[in-house]
Nanobody, 125 residues
Framework: QEQLVESGGGLVQAGGSLRLSCAASGRTFMSYTMAWFRQAPGKEREFVAAIRWSGDTTAYSDSVQGRFTISRHNTKNTVYLQMNSLKPEDTAVYYC??????????????????WGQGTQVTVSS
């Protein structure tokens, strides 16, 4: 059974950093585009960042560009999201996802077939 498990969330002060991890199991996601989405209370799930299967192409939302970095370690079947200069508006549940598309698709959740359960990130002001 395919499974994505996020970890690394928590409470941090504004300006701080967190590193999220997403461990995949049940199948290899080496050939999949991987992404992070987030959902704040009362809001729609929104795209954060994505990385192509080869790691040579990434995409970010405007709101996190320059502060967040997505990376992957294919032999470990793991994807990371390094989050720096965190702001209170970054508070949300962060979800890891996987798409079978070889190139990074648009920032739409329907492009992704597999999802983790999410990890809470809370940034205090």
């Amino acid at each position: 059974q395919e499974q994505l498990v996020e970890s690394g969330g928590g409470l941090v002060q504004a300006g701080g950093s967190l590193r999220l991890s997403c461990a995949a199991s049940g199948r290899t996601f080496m050939s999949y585009t991987m992404a992070w989405f987030r959902q704040a209370p009362g809001k729609e799930r929104e795209f954060v960042a994505a990385i192509r299967w080869s790691g040579d192409t990434t995409a970010y939302s405007d709101s996190v560009q320059g502060r967040f970095t997505i990376s992957r370690h294919n032999t470990k079947n793991t994807v990371y999201l390094q989050m720096n200069s965190l702001k209170p508006e970054d508070t949300a549940v962060y979800y890891c996802s996987a798409s079978p598309l070889k190139d990074v698709p648009g920032p739409w959740a329907y492009e992704y077939d597999y999802w983790g359960q999410g990890t809470q990130v809370t940034v205090s002001s």
